[in-house]
């Protein structure tokens, strides 16, 4: 499983995946304000928001690249013939999307933060809901890659299915940032938990339907 989510990583840096997300994420926070106008006050109130938004968007990008290629290829069909857990695997490309896009992702935050004019406050508020959000959008991504895999506009109908299951880590997360504080966190946490808990199992259960 180490192999699989390193060999992973390597292809979403190597294809150039986790650049394309940074680059689509601090696309819209240099555009939002061109949309809004410059009021600094209303920057200061939606920004966090946006910063969601973005992320949200910025982890659908990949879908289709995460499940599809291994599935074509046949490799999901020597793990399973080597009798490995399709949970397992699953759960190996949630972690390898997570680390492709989440570091990055976050450290590109403090130059959207200085973009949408969010205070340092905010901005450590927006930090801690990614650490503990982004876990549960790789999750959603992976799942929603292994149920889409092998279907004609895969991405178009990966959107349908991923985003509204991701709006409860939407409100949470800005919701924290709203006024929900520690509480908003906490909410924002245990959605994520329960979501990453039960991702691996979907996208296995998909995978095998995917293989007959």
């Known amino acids: 499983m180490i192999a699989l989510i390193l060999r992973d990583m390597r ?17 819209v926070a ?29 982890a659908l990008l990949p879908v289709e690249r995460l499940v599809a290629p291994d599935l074509d290829s046949g490799t999901l069909d020597q793990f399973a013939v080597r009798g490995a857990s399709m ?3 699953a759960a190996a490309k949630i972690v390898a999307h997570w680390l492709a896009f989440a570091p990055p992702l976050m450290a590109a935050t403090i130059a959207a933060a200085g973009l949408l004019d969010l205070s340092g406050e905010t901005l450590l508020t927006v930090e801690i ?19 889409v895999a092998g ?20 409100i949470f ?33 998909a995978i095998r339907a995917g293989m007959e």
């Not at 292809?11 to 696309?27: D, E, M, N, P, Q």
């Not at 279907?151 to 939407?170: C, E, F, H, N, S």
């Open 11 to 27: 292809r979403a840096y190597a294809s150039g995946g986790a650049t394309l997300i940074v680059a689509f994420f601090l696309l």
């Open 87 to 89: 949970a397992a695997v």
């Open 30 to 58: 240099i555009l939002f304000p061109f949309a809004v106008g410059p009021d600094q006050k209303l920057l200061m109130r939606i920004g966090g928001g946006v910063i969601w938004a973005a992320a949200l968007l910025a």
């Open 129 to 147: 809901g990614l650490v503990l959000g982004t876990p549960a959008l790789a999750a959603l991504a992976v799942a929603t890659g292994a149920l």
């Open 173 to 205: 997360g800005a919701g924290a940032i709203e006024g929900g504080g520690v509480g908003g966190l906490k909410l924002l946490a245990a959605t994520s938990l329960l979501i990453v808990a039960g991702a691996p199992f979907v996208a296995a259960a």
């Open 151 to 170: 279907l004609r506009g895969a991405g178009a109908i990966a959107g349908l299915v991923m985003l509204p299951l991701a709006i409860p880590l939407l």
